[in-house]
């Protein structure tokens, strides 16, 4: 069993930079396909990036793709989302999702979920 928390959400203006990190408790945490989801209010929640077990492999949805990198520490069981040149359209709650097999982009292929972090980018 996996549990995963996320942190470092906030608001922040256009432009701006936040780093979000999603922390693992259990003992298979690298065994994991780990990826970000975001929900915005009346979405869908929406790929944002994912990560290899171990973390050689990374895929970015095109939205993100030049100011988002995600990275993972399997020593502390632990992933990141950097998000730079924060826009507008980035505002949503930020899911961290634990996968074993399937889908890296299919949010119902995900075993475990985190509780979510509000990232809100305004002017």
């Known amino acids: 069993q996996v549990q995963l928390v996320e942190s470092g959400g906030g608001s922040v203006q256009p432009g701006g930079s936040l780093r979000l990190s999603c922390v693992a408790s259990?003992?298979?945490?690298?065994?994991?396909?780990m990826a970000w989801f975001r929900q915005a209010p009346g979405k869908e929640r929406e790929f944002v990036a994912g990560?290899?077990?171990?973390?050689?492999?990374?895929s970015y949805v095109d939205s993100v793709k030049g100011r988002f990198t995600m990275s993972r520490d399997n020593a502390e069981k632990m992933v990141h989302l950097q998000m730079n040149t924060l826009k507008l359209e980035d505002t949503a709650v930020y899911y961290c999702g634990a996968l074993r097999v399937g889908s890296w982009r299919d949010p119902n292929s995900y075993e475990h979920w985190g509780q979510g972090t509000q990232v809100t980018v305004s002017s």
């Open positions: 259990g003992q298979t945490f690298s065994s994991y396909i």
């Open positions: 990560i290899s077990w171990s973390g050689d492999s990374t």
